[in-house]
């Protein structure tokens, strides 16, 4: 796995990482889901990005199949996942059990 996302997946701060590519289209809509999202959580969660063509090893380590997937860490570890087009509400129930 890569050291950077290694290290931000580890912190005790929640993360919710973004998987996606430049090529798939449900992908696209998932900004607007993340920012309510942050608007919502915004010092509880960080979200990052990651695009599955530049980084496969990352989407492989994660068990990423499809995309767009949501994937929640908390110290390294998998919290929640989940793929497709995910709604706000199902992502701030996963955050609030965690929190």
Request: some cysteine; proline content about 5%.
């Amino acid at each position: 796995m890569n050291s950077r996302f290694n290290h931000i997946v580890k912190s005790a701060k929640p993360v919710l990482v973004d998987f996606y590519a430049d090529w798939c289209v449900p992908c696209r809509l998932m900004p607007s889901v993340l920012k309510e999202v942050k608007d919502d959580f915004r010092e509880h969660v960080r979200i990052i990005k990651v695009n599955v063509d530049h980084y496969p090893d990352i989407a492989t380590s994660c068990k990423v199949r499809n995309i767009p997937a949501i994937v929640l860490f908390q110290g390294g570890k998998i919290q929640w996942s989940g793929t497709g087009l995910q709604a706000v509400n199902d992502i701030s129930i996963a955050l609030r059990e965690i929190l």
